[in-house]
């Protein structure tokens, strides 16, 4: 009686988890239709799980405090904080768990997921462009370099 064993292939998931310290989730919104705002929320904390083998597998999720929000205008940035939008109190943090990990072309990459801001889940897709950079430096954390995001997902009332 003979027996064949199959190797099974090996998957190397890496994961790399994000440093609040350096990092920060910014964005741009269209401000009474003639000027843009720019600001950031500088409290973020999560992970990139790599799939090293297929990209596709791969995930992020995040977590980011509402109230670290910074639009250089101390006013604005006390209303986003209130119940008008943020309720930073009620809902203290925004959450953002991958579902898909997909390369567009060269430089850009598709990550769909789920966002819950103020309570209620979205289903989003980021447009991320740039390299994935990682350093294979033994202590060193990933590099993510020129990654920029547009939330593009369809409005619905809640």
Not at 43 to 64: C, H, M, N, W, Y
């Amino acid at each position: 009686m003979s027996s064949t064993t199959t190797a099974l292939p090996q998957t190397s998931t890496t994961t790399w988890n994000i440093d609040p310290a350096h990092s920060a989730a910014e964005f741009k919104v269209k401000h009474m239709m003639i000027a843009n705002v720019k600001g950031q929320f500088s409290k973020v904390s999560g992970a990139l799980f790599l799939d090293e083998a297929d990209l596709a597998d791969s995930r992020v999720e995040a977590t980011i405090e509402a109230a670290s929000i910074h639009t250089r205008d101390e006013q604005r940035d006390a209303h986003l904080k209130s119940a008008d939008f943020f309720d930073v109190e009620k809902f203290p943090t925004l959450h953002f768990k991958s579902k898909g990990i997909s390369i567009v072309k060269d430089g850009e990459l598709s990550v769909e997921g789920d966002l819950t801001i103020h309570g209620v889940t979205r289903k989003v897709r980021f447009a991320v462009e740039g390299r994935l950079r990682l350093r294979r430096i033994p202590g060193a954390t990933p590099e993510l370099r020129s990654l920029r995001s547009q939330r593009s997902t369809e409005r619905t009332s809640a």
